[in-house]
């Protein structure tokens, strides 16, 4: 499925308050996303005139990424009971 993600919001646009960093757009008006290209996107929001229908998946409702870790990450070997196949 092709997303769209939302970076950040125009300060006094429409989308603020309704649109949050984060989100991810999977539709536009009676059309999804899927195969959609960025352009093609935004023709359709800047064709939709003064009602613009998104549907939208809630994204995090924080931006985690200025978190990094206090010290190494450890990763455990993942083990399979499947035989191994090269």
Same mark, same amino acid.
């Given at each position: 499925?092709?997303?769209?993600?939302?970076?950040?919001?125009?300060? =006094?646009?429409?989308?603020?308050? %309704? @649109?949050? *960093?984060?989100? !991810?757009? /999977?539709?536009?008006?009676? !059309?999804? $996303? !899927? =195969?959609? $290209?960025?352009? %093609?996107?935004?023709?359709? /929001? +800047?064709?939709?005139?003064?009602? @613009?229908?998104? #549907?939208?998946?809630?994204? *995090?409702? %924080?931006?985690?990424?200025?978190? +990094? *870790? #206090?010290?190494?990450? +450890?990763?455990?070997?993942? +083990?399979?009971? %499947? *035989?191994?196949?090269?």
């Amino acid at each position: 499925m092709e997303v769209y993600n939302i970076s950040e919001i125009q300060p =006094g646009s429409p989308a603020q308050g %309704q @649109l949050l *960093p984060g989100d !991810q757009i /999977i539709g536009i008006g009676n !059309q999804g $996303t !899927q =195969g959609l $290209t960025h352009m %093609q996107a935004n023709s359709l /929001i +800047k064709s939709a005139g003064n009602v @613009l229908h998104l #549907t939208i998946i809630r994204g *995090p409702s %924080q931006d985690f990424s200025h978190i +990094k *870790p #206090t010290g190494p990450i +450890k990763f455990s070997p993942w +083990k399979s009971n %499947q *035989p191994n196949h090269y």
